[in-house]
């Protein structure tokens, strides 16, 4: 009976250790090696970007442990755009934003709308990040679009809204 209870008081505490601590810790190494490699993906490494490919579905794996980190969902977003899945892509922003309304967030999904072909939607998006941040308006490569923005955020909040 006491080898029981303790194998039970053993198990209940070692999960939750696993679970609070260690997958966590794992998560934050793998991020780190996944940003290293979107870096040089983005410089057109082909080894990093076939470590990416290679490792999607471990990203995803491990975004299920901490759905709210912001740099592991931005990775992995990244990661799908630049192999060109753009509805996973936009998947991955759309699930993180329950989690963290990061600007640079709206901002990125708004660059894969944009890039599919989703004028609308990129305008909308673009708009809710330049309302969070006005500097990002100056990214807004599409003139069309960063002139409706610069029109909506100056008839919602006047003048002085972009600087």
Same mark, same amino acid.
């Given at each position: ?79 799908? #755009?630049? *192999? ?6 936009? &998947? +991955?922003?759309? $699930? ?41 308006? #100056?990214? *807004? ?6 002139? &409706? +923005?610069?029109? $909506? ?11």
């Amino acid at each position: 009976m006491r080898k029981t209870a303790a194998a039970i008081v053993l198990v209940l505490t070692i999960v939750p250790l696993y679970f609070a601590c260690w997958v966590p810790w794992q998560c934050g190494i793998f991020a780190k090696e996944l940003e290293r490699a979107l870096e040089a993906a983005l410089k057109k490494n082909s080894r990093a970007q076939a470590f990416l490919v290679d490792n999607v579905s471990r990203t995803e794996a491990f975004r299920k442990h901490v759905p709210g980190d912001a740099s592991m969902n931005i990775a992995l977003a990244t990661t799908y #755009n630049l *192999i060109g899945q753009f509805d996973e892509a936009i &998947r +991955v922003y759309d $699930e993180a934003l329950h989690y963290d309304r990061r600007p640079e967030m709206y901002f990125n999904k708004a660059g894969i709308r944009l890039r599919i072909g989703d004028r609308e939607g990129a305008h909308e998006d673009f708009l809710t990040a330049v309302s969070f941040n006005p500097d990002l308006v #100056n990214r *807004i490569r599409d003139t069309a679009i960063r002139t &409706r +923005v610069l029109s $909506e955020l100056t008839r919602r909040y006047g003048e002085h809204a972009i600087k």
